[in-house]
């Protein structure tokens, strides 16, 4: 536990840092351990069809683990140091997964990591959170590993410990905030919803009967909710179309809704 900590206070302590060269670090050069690197591509259940994103990549360990050990199509480091980025790109050389691995000397506040489905950090919870909007962003169902520290309030989606040291992991939920609408053999349906990271508040309204919500949750694209009734839902989210069946009293009825412009 105290090791644990120390792990975690050893970053944070370390902090912003000006090089010989005057360049302005936003997390100072500390490594994942190789066990940890193993642990974050495991719970993002990295596979042949991700494109992973390390930002502020270091010596290039974990997209290289990436390509060479979960066979991930392309991972792409970014890191500031243009040091760092020569000596990623040799090891990626020397590992043999230069055909999949590039590095970019470049700064994770401008570029852009867009194609990622799997992003990676060791960064610092403020990074993190200054990060956040621009990852909520990201596909739905991309997911984000973070070695030591969390992503503010957005609780996470999975964890796990290895050597002392805590990961956690994020799934990008689809947007659902909004007004949805829809209308089957002349009786409108209307969910008033408000989004949380993973979670949904709202009510629904089927014909003139008006339900608030018990739960709602967003687990990547998927959109379910359970109300009174009982009444729930599961559907697809994309875009500004959700296509689902919704289910009350018993009765199935397949709803394609659409999401009213703000
Ligand atoms: C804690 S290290 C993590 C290295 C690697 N991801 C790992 O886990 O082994 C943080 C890295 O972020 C880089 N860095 C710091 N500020 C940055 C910025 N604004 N843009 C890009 N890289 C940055 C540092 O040079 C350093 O290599």
């Known amino acids: ?23 302005y670090f936003d997390v100072p050069y500390v490594a994942t351990p190789p066990a940890v690197v193993a642990a974050m591509l495991n ?14 990549s270091g010596d290039g360990r974990i997209v290289i683990a990436a390509a060479r050990d979960f066979k991930v199509k392309k991972g792409i480091g ?22 999949r691995v590039t590095f970019a000397r470049g700064d994770i506040f401008k570029m852009d990591f867009k194609e990622a489905t799997i992003l990676t950090l060791y960064l610092l919870p403020d990074v993190n959170v200054t990060l956040r909007p621009r990852i909520l962003d990201l596909a739905p169902g991309t997911r984000v590993v973070s070695h030591a520290f969390n992503m503010g309030d957005w609780v996470p989606d999975g964890a796990d410990n290895v050597d002392m040291r805590r990961v956690y992991m994020w799934i990008v939920p689809a ?50 909710f359970t109300a009174a009734g009982p009444v729930t839902f599961e559907g697809k989210v994309a875009g500004n179309t959700i296509t689902g069946t919704l289910t009350a009293a018993g009765k199935r009825t397949p709803l394609t809704l659409v999401r009213e412009a703000s």
Do not use: C
């Open 1 to 23: 536990m105290i090791k644990r900590a120390l792990a975690a206070a050893f970053l944070l302590l370390a902090a912003p840092q000006v090089a010989a060269r005057d360049i």
């Open 43 to 56: 719970l993002a259940k990295a596979g042949p069809n991700d494109v992973v994103y390390d930002l502020g």
């Open 175 to 224: 947007k659902v905030q909004g007004v949805w609408t829809a209308n089957v053999n002349n009786v409108p349906y209307r969910l008033d919803l408000t989004q949380h990271y993973q979670n949904a508040d709202g009510k629904v309204k089927i014909g003139a009967r008006e339900t608030a919500f018990e739960m709602g949750i967003v687990k990547s694209d998927v959109f379910t």
């Open 78 to 99: 970014i890191d500031l140091d243009p040091d760092l980025v020569t000596l990623a790109a040799k090891n990626a050389k020397d590992a043999h997964v230069s055909d």
